[in-house]
């Protein structure tokens, strides 16, 4: 597919696509099992950010739940999808291949396994402004990249990315086998567990937020900086090196970024699986792979993806509420084999 | 001073010697051809000079010890262009020789570019690429694709190239547009050089055709099993008492019946 002309693409990064993800986070915010009229939503709003008093023909309950349930999810779900997606794009740049993200890697999987962990087993940590389960995970997503660095380490010291790959592979098959383990043991626990794998925002708050926030703008950063360095390894990693790319720094830096950052997501929405592999993909269809423009378009491309997918989780089944992990699978692996389909080797 | 000195280069694959006290100079204006059958470590001897193998010995760029450069340092004075490139993404062909500008870039957000001794411009110019500036490389012929990472390179504009079978696979009208367009780098410059070369710039390749390498080449080392058989000028080493055994062949008597229906 031909990318359209630079100019225009700047444009549409800067500007149109913060503008749809403001609209459709507005919209997320307005829709939802009680429904809010827009005009009533902008009115809570402005009170709640001018201190003016609420008017009288909106109830506390309305303002109550936009602004301590609604709101708080709706800013979780974008910075996570936000934070995924360019996690997965940057990965995929990385390693040069389109498939990488957080659950290649056994990222999210080894996050999940630490909140399962502590589950099953009621961990609790006292005088923590996060729950257990939450800590864990962050360890735990953080612990995997260790792991699967130190084999690919042993194996192969260039760390060529194929060795990580693989490993990554491998190791996220076995925790999840030992997740499957946890979850027979712990079959009492089991929804709670289940939360964790199949990823849900429903109970987020503004700390939530305000962890996300903080994450994505120090990782996330540190990723955008790295733009150039992502572009190089996209076209190879010996075309890297010749170029005067410190592979191994720039290697070890995106890594642990993203471990961070997807450590962080999974500990406060569990493990949303499709996100971060192919909203890269529908990203690269507009800006081409250049990293400089792919990456600040996943960012908001990202948001307004899982906002999608975290509104359909809410209002499909209307009382009940689906897990958002299920429907970014579900909408994430039709999306993916259309896009793989169409462009064929061209990503 | 000598661009390159290579003193008693030794590279080991595990306990397995791969490189055995190979030691050549390069001065300005040399392109040396390192030539010899297969498995003879001319392709170790390329990536162990490009910083990207361990190795003993010393090996001395532009009077500073190999081992003493930062990646970035090292892009400036020496380049290399790779035999083939597995291309995934669809990179325009002008983002592929910006890359070039990678290394003089100062810190984030800085491409590099923007000032560089080579434009693109007069890169893609020099390539023949111009017109194809926009197509994504994954449209590209194997020989259009070549032409765009040395086009690159120019940008890159280091003193030393290093070449590793640079147009082994081919057609013989985009080998021939490689060989001139190197050695009008080395040469007399092309418009992508800019002001005149002199002097300052040299080239090291791997090249298995020897007809090729005869051509092109001012130097040449000759490698068997990973020690040095013969080095010197070209016809020095392209001599029947040097080659023949080596090659364990009467290759004069091979390389005129191959060319004697053409003449």
């Not at chain 1, 003016?52 to 023909?57: G, K, Q």
């Not at chain 2, 030691?23 to 204006?29: H, P, Q, V």
Request: charged share 15%; with cysteine.
């Amino acid at each position: 597919m031909r990318p359209v002309s630079s100019a225009k693409q700047t444009r549409i990064i800067l500007i149109v696509l913060p503008v749809i993800a403001l609209i459709t986070g507005f919209v997320c915010v307005c829709a939802g099992s009680v429904a809010i009229s827009p005009a009533d939503t902008l009115a809570v709003l402005h009170s709640a950010l001018t201190g003016s008093p609420l008017p009288e023909n909106i109830p506390a309950s309305t303002a109550s739940i936009l602004l301590s349930v609604r709101l708080p999810r709706v800013l979780c779900v974008a910075l996570t999808g936000a934070s995924l997606s360019i996690c997965g794009a940057a990965m995929q740049g990385l390693l040069k291949n389109p498939l990488a993200d957080g659950s290649t890697l056994g990222v999210s999987t080894g996050a999940s396994l630490g909140a399962a962990l502590s589950i099953a087993f009621g961990l609790r940590i006292p005088f923590l402004p996060f729950s257990a389960a939450s800590g864990m995970a962050a360890v735990f997503a953080f612990l995997s990249l260790m792991i699967i660095m130190a084999l690919a380490w042993r194996m192969d010291h260039t760390l060529s990315t194929n060795t990580i790959i693989l490993i990554g592979i491998i190791y996220s098959m076995f925790i999840s086998s030992i997740l499957s383990l946890v979850v027979t043991f712990a079959s009492s626990r089991l929804k709670q567990i289940t939360f964790w794998t199949m990823g849900s925002l429903s109970g987020s708050s503004f700390r939530n937020a305000a962890v996300l926030a903080a994450a994505l703008l120090i990782c996330g950063g540190i990723l955008l900086s790295l733009a150039d360095e992502l572009n190089a390894f996209a076209v190879g990693e010996n075309e890297a090196r010749s170029i005067g790319v410190n592979v191994r720094r720039t290697r070890l830096t995106v890594l642990a970024s993203v471990s961070v950052l997807i450590g962080i997501s999974v500990s406060i929405g569990g493990s949303i699986a499709f996100v971060g592999l192919v909203t890269p993909h529908i990203v690269r269809m507009i800006t081409g792979p250049n990293h400089r423009k792919l990456l600040p378009a996943c960012l908001f491309g990202g948001a307004v993806f899982l906002l999608l997918a975290d509104l359909a989780a809410r209002v499909l089944l209307k009382p009940l509420e689906l897990p958002v992990g299920v429907v970014t699978s579900f909408a994430g692996a039709v999306v993916f084999v259309v896009i793989y389909y169409r462009t064929r080797k061209n990503f | 001073m000598a661009l390159l000195s290579v003193n008693q280069l030794n590279v080991r694959y595990g306990s397995f010697r791969a490189v055995k006290d190979v030691s050549f100079g390069l001065d300005g204006g040399d392109w040396l051809m390192l030539v010899g059958p297969n498995g003879a470590g001319k392709s170790t001897v390329l990536n162990a000079v490009s910083g990207g193998l361990p190795f003993a010995g010393s090996v001395q760029l532009f009077g500073r010890d190999l081992r003493s450069y930062r990646t970035q340092e090292l892009a400036r004075r020496m380049g290399m262009l790779h035999q083939s490139h597995q291309i995934t993404y669809g990179f325009t062909v002008r983002e592929i020789v910006e890359l070039g500008g990678y290394a003089k870039k100062r810190g984030p957000g800085d491409s590099g570019a923007g000032e560089p001794e080579v434009s693109v411009e007069s890169a893609l110019r020099a390539t023949g690429l111009t017109e194809l500036a926009d197509r994504s490389v994954l449209t590209l012929s194997g020989g259009e694709l070549q032409r765009a990472f040395l086009a690159q390179l120019f940008v890159q504009n280091p003193g030393i190239l290093l070449l590793d079978e640079p147009a082994n696979h081919l057609d013989l009208v985009y080998q021939k547009q490689i060989f001139e367009l190197i050695r009008a780098w080395l040469g007399e410059p092309p418009e992508a050089g800019g002001e005149s070369a002199d002097g300052s710039r040299a080239v090291i390749s791997v090249v298995h055709d020897l007809s090729l390498a005869r051509t092109y080449g001012t130097k040449a080392l000759l490698l068997c099993r990973g020690e040095t058989a013969a080095i010197g000028t070209i016809s020095d080493v392209f001599d029947d008492t040097v080659l023949n055994p080596v090659y364990d062949m009467d290759v004069r008597q091979w390389m005129s019946s191959l060319y004697k229906p053409w003449a």
